[in-house]
């Protein structure tokens, strides 16, 4: 391939960082900035023009899916050679190829979850632990492991780092040896164990060190910001005494601190590698211009390394809504009122899969899910279990392995909807928590049956189970059609049309156990993560109180701060108004406005408008044509309440104009002087009537 095609439909950034062919290379890349593009490319250029062949390349990320995304677009780009794996699946690989002549004997077992050792080392400790504890227990086994902390370093090493212990350090650290002592004595390997050997073998044996850095010369690091010190440990052995490595991240997205990842190996890059080429990508192709005001708003006052090497993103995607700050007396009232947006949105056009509410802990799902059900809208939870880890999952998979073949007598989708019904789908969700996620996997299943039907209409069980397999291979999970409620955690990497952020109270985002600058910082970072998800439409809110009739003592997140309209719970605060802002009454009864819709009005959404619907019925066609024109949804001109605020307040100037919510500068440029000009006529015409009617 020419290496100059490689390089066409980049942005400046991106070719540059495509023309980086030679390492050290350190891309800090913004979210919804082309990241995976620009390295794609680049690999792809560095072969094209001869710099290194595809079996040299090494590109690693942080999930098969990734990889796979990373293979996919590779092969588009005429590079299919090049390897993409997980640091885990790279590592593994290397292992099982020298394990005979380096190791001998049998293979060690790989363990998937921690938790049945946990228990039995906790056990032979006395130590009883119920499921919770146990999943603490692992977790704190993980960061030990990922942070190099031996058992008998345990204690000293969660006191430096100011962690708290799920239970006396002294207690985690005996359990944490016994675990160690099962897990060699059975030949157990689990994750970490896997980086660890895999180092090792590198460091300790010459001749297979030499025949991994003769096979790999060339490494990409995607995420570099979440890498942990036994991933970079790999990492050095895998590079040796060479330095052509790029690596890729955002410190503004580093959310795993609590289990080992530090973004220092990513802001001191270019201290460990003093003539390393910088590069940095800004452009986000992902969310409209106001929703990016908003993320580089949560920004703006961090600390630490978000703010020393954190990016401005500049929006390239048309105008959207404006984001909302909406406050609610309780959480039942909050979960309520975004159903029923949800299901406005999905009536005006938004598929149910392109629509996210998502929360700080899993314990805030409950009530989401029981709204959206009362409301009739469908909805997926997106747990921290794989989709295709699950065990309803891996059944269904096997089973429909096994129909392969002789199973064409009916149509696809109603013969793999015949094959899943044994194992609990119904024609509807059934209730209760458990078995209605048991129920959305197996739909979404049946649901890839009809996509695969509406791709190719010929399309056989043999074909379905390819598809299949395929996604496994590549963690590629299909889409149940349904709103997504997900942790924020969980939502880092993925992104939808419209976002719901809630529950966005102190204590609960940054989280009560967030005490230190550090950890308050890593909560900023979730909260931008979650912003940065949303493509066009952003919705804000939180609670003052838990329950209807409690008392109303919560306090909105101070993430907020300077963002959203000044709270009436601070209304008695003067300090606090001071330096949120004034509260805006009603025009017609004096009541306190929070709704964002309200705002824009200057009155209840339930008092009278005031407003002459000839006007606003013209602007309506106006903006109509003008998205017709654009090839934008309408509401990307200006939204209803946008506009029904122009027929009310009848403005004359584009300083008045301008003062009305929703009308930011860059829309008073665009469309300011066709707005004001259909006001004028309409108050030209109001009076050429009155003098009529006279």
Known sequence: ???????????????????????????????????????????????????????????????????????????????????????????????????????GGPEPTLIDSKLQVVGRAASSCAIQLDRTGLRDVAGEIEWAKVTQVRPTDYEKAVTKAGRTAPMAA??????????EEMRRDRNLLDFESILELAAAMISEHPEVAQRIRDQYRYFVVDEFQDVNPLQKLLLDAWLGDRDDV?????????????????????????ASYPHATMVRLVRDYRSTPQVVRVANGVLRHARGAAAEHGLELAAQRPDGPDPSYTEYDDEPAEASSVARKIAALMDSGTPAREIAVLFRTNSQSAAYEQALADTGVPYTVRGATRFFERPEIKQAVHTLRGARHGADSEPLVTTVRHILAPLGLTETAPEGREARERWESLAALAQLAEDVVGERPDATMADFVAELDARV???????????????????????????????????????????????IEEERRLFYVGVTRAREYLALSWSLARSPGGRKSRRPSRFLDGMRPASPALAGDRAERRRQGTVMRCRVCGNTLTEAAERKLARCLDCPADYDENLLESLKEWRSRTAREQNVPAFVIFTDATLRAVAEHVPTSAEQLSRISGVGSVKLERYGEAVLALCSENVSGAGAGEERDE
């Open 1 to 103: 391939m020419d290496p100059d095609r490689v390089l066409e439909g980049l942005d400046p950034e991106q070719r540059d960082a495509a023309r980086s062919v030679r390492g050290p290379v350190c891309i800090l890349a913004g979210a919804g900035t082309g990241k995976t593009r620009a390295i794609t490319h680049r690999i792809a250029y560095a072969v094209a023009s001869g710099i290194v062949t595809e079996q040299q390349v090494l590109a690693v990320t942080f999930t098969t899916r990734a990889a796979g995304e990373m293979r996919g677009r590779l092969r588009a780009l005429g590079a299919p050679r090049v390897q993409a794996r997980t640091f885990h699946a790279a590592a593994l690989r290397q292992l099982s190829y020298f394990w005979p002549r380096v190791v």
């Open 170 to 179: 002294h207690d985690v650290a005996r359990v944490y040896e016994a675990y």
């Open 246 to 270: 790029c690596v890729v991240g955002d410190p503004s997205q580093t959310i795993y601190s609590f289990a080992g990842a530090t973004p220092s190996f990513l802001t001191r890059f270019s």
């Open 473 to 519: 291979a590549t963690e590629h999970a299909p889409e149940f059609e349904g709103v997504t409620l997900a942790s924020l955690h969980a939502a880092k990497g993925l992104e939808w049309d419209a976002v719901f952020l809630i529950g966005l109270t102190e204590g609960m985002l940054p989280i009560i156990y967030a005490e230190s600058e550090d950890q």
